[in-house]
């Protein structure tokens, strides 16, 4: 089994930053790419950025500029750093990651998803 868990959402100001982790344990052998979606009331979860097991990038455009994606491999950890925060930026981030957990199987999987509100 491998566990997602999100820390770091919450209420901000339009124009402020927050900074949102994500720490993968479990069965893990390794990690490929790790990522950030999110969804918003009465819309489809979308795509927000991705970074590979190798530090690859690649951001939606709603974000590009704004957001930065990081990872540390030794951690198993994704970090999200949201700069400059729009309240069309409202919703709940999911972290995503593909796990090898050996054997040549690799599985998808995702956190329980933290919300992020900006509001004044």
């Known amino acids: 089994q491998v566990q997602l868990v999100e820390s770091g959402g919450g209420l901000v100001q339009p124009g402020g930053p927050l900074r949102l982790s994500c720490a993968a344990s479990g069965s893990i052998f390794s990690i490929n790419d790790m990522g950030w979606y999110r969804q918003a009331p009465g819309k489809e979860r979308e795509f927000v950025a991705i970074?590979?097991?190798?530090?690859?990038?690649s951001y939606a455009d709603s974000v590009k500029g704004r957001f930065t994606i990081a990872r540390d491999n030794t951690k198993n950890t994704v970090y999200l750093q949201m700069n400059s925060l729009k309240p069309e930026d409202t919703a709940v981030y999911y972290c995503?990651?593909?796990?090898?957990?050996?054997?040549?199987?690799?599985?998808?999987?995702w956190g329980q998803g933290t919300q992020v509100t900006v509001s004044t």
């Open positions: 995503y990651a593909d796990v090898d957990v050996g054997r040549q199987v690799t599985i998808d999987c």
């Open positions: 970074i590979t097991y190798g530090g690859f990038t």
